[in-house]
């Protein structure tokens, strides 16, 4: 059983650019998080999903950020017009469900923005 | 103040010792996990926990719902467990699975 993959791994982009980041839950999971974490900072919590649906984005920036999990694929993590302050390291973790066991993170993708 | 908070924000060691870090936190919680990170690395699950006491080799987690507090202990204490210790909370409802994080504890161990 993989476990949970992200893609890809390091991210460079320039400002004005867009930002893909996929994630693929380990199998059988039907729940996503995305966090993020900015150098020098804890991590923060951006927006939970499960199949189809955006549960929680009380942590997504209100502009150039969204999310989907899609009925098929992975989960993508979207920011458009990149700045240099969404230079970070993004991590996605997911989870069978409640009363299970515990979240499994992806190793993450680091973001660079020049 | 943060809903989480770790303490010691650094800790150094010598290989062997016992070591504790601690974790409190403000909100009423489903689940605490604690979390391990190495520099440029990925993020592993040590322990999720809503009660009572869990080890696995050579660590120990322990909560206290009561007084919202939860300590990680590790037992004879080796230079690979150098890492960041990251203690993290889920406060339910219905974001279950939501985790809220703390500052996270940079742990040394020297040889």
């Known amino acids: 059983n993989a476990g949970v993959m992200q893609n890809p791994r390091h991210l460079v982009r320039r400002r004005g650019q867009e930002a893909r980041l996929r994630c693929s839950p380990m199998?059988?999971?039907?729940?996503v998080y995305w966090y993020r974490q900015l150098p020098e900072e804890g991590l923060k919590f951006m927006v939970y999903?499960?199949?189809?649906?955006?549960?929680?984005e009380s942590g997504m920036p209100k502009e150039r950020f969204s999310a989907e999990f899609p009925k098929e694929g992975p989960s993508i993590l979207r920011i458009q017009q990149v700045v240099r302050g969404d230079s970070a390291a993004y991590f996605c973790?997911?989870?069978?469900?409640?009363?299970?066991?515990?979240?499994?993170f992806g190793p993450g993708t680091r973001l660079t923005v020049l | 103040k943060n809903e989480v908070e770790q303490s010691p924000q650094n800790l150094t060691a010598q290989e062997g010792e016992f070591i504790t870090i601690n974790c409190s936190y403000s909100?009423?919680?489903?689940?605490l996990h604690w979390l391990q990170q190495h520099p440029g690395g990925g993020i592993v699950s040590l322990f999720m926990?809503?009660?009572g006491k869990k080890k696995h080799g050579r660590l120990i987690a322990t909560i206290n719902i009561q007084e919202k507090h939860s300590s990680l202990h590790i037992t004879a204490s080796h230079p690979r467990d150098s890492a960041v210790y990251i203690c993290?909370?889920?406060?339910?409802?219905?974001?279950?699975?939501?985790?809220?994080f703390g500052q996270g504890t940079i742990l040394t161990v020297h040889p």
């Open positions: 199998k059988g999971h039907s729940h």
């Open positions: 973790a997911s989870w069978q469900g409640q009363g299970t066991d515990t979240q499994y």
């Open positions: 926990l809503s009660s």
């Open positions: 909100v009423g919680i489903s689940a």
């Open positions: 993290a909370v889920d406060a339910g409802g219905t974001s279950y699975g939501k985790l809220t």
């Open positions: 999903l499960q199949k189809e649906n955006i549960i929680d």
